[in-house]
């Protein structure tokens, strides 16, 4: 039983920035998903951009900048927590200020770090 998906539990979809993606059926879906349900962020509406070298989602801002998308961030929290770490960190313009609660505790923690 370990390891073997079921036969219909890849799919291709189109992301809505037109990229295609082997990706899980909505029908293997556990929500929020990046792809098939995100959740209630800022940055819901943007372009989907899969980050093959990152291994995560990035959102792309109006001004062509991709943001990690929080969805697959906090999948990552829970699954992967020690490469969850690191996954935020990107070059960003500002546009993905909106952040969960968790986040922006990580965020003012790291401030502090800085400020000492
Ligand atoms: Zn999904
Ligand atoms: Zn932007
Ligand atoms: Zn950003």
Not at 42 to 59: G, P, T
Not at 64 to 72: F, K, L, N, R, S
Not at 94 to 113: Q, S
């Amino acid at each position: 039983m370990e390891g073997s998906a079921p036969e219909d539990y890849f799919e291709t979809v189109t992301l809505n920035s037109g990229e295609k993606l082997k990706a899980h059926s909505k029908k293997y879906c556990t929500p929020p998903c990046a792809i098939h349900d995100p959740s209630n962020h800022v940055m819901k509406e943007w372009d989907l951009h899969w980050r093959e070298d990152k291994a995560i989602f990035e959102r792309i801002c109006p001004h062509g900048i991709g943001h990690p998308d929080p969805d697959t961030v906090a999948y990552l929290e829970k699954t992967n927590p020690e490469y969850a770490k690191g996954i935020g960190i990107h070059g960003c313009d500002g546009c993905c200020v909106e952040r969960t609660e968790a986040e922006e505790d990580r965020h003012l923690a790291n401030e502090y770090n800085k400020g000492t």
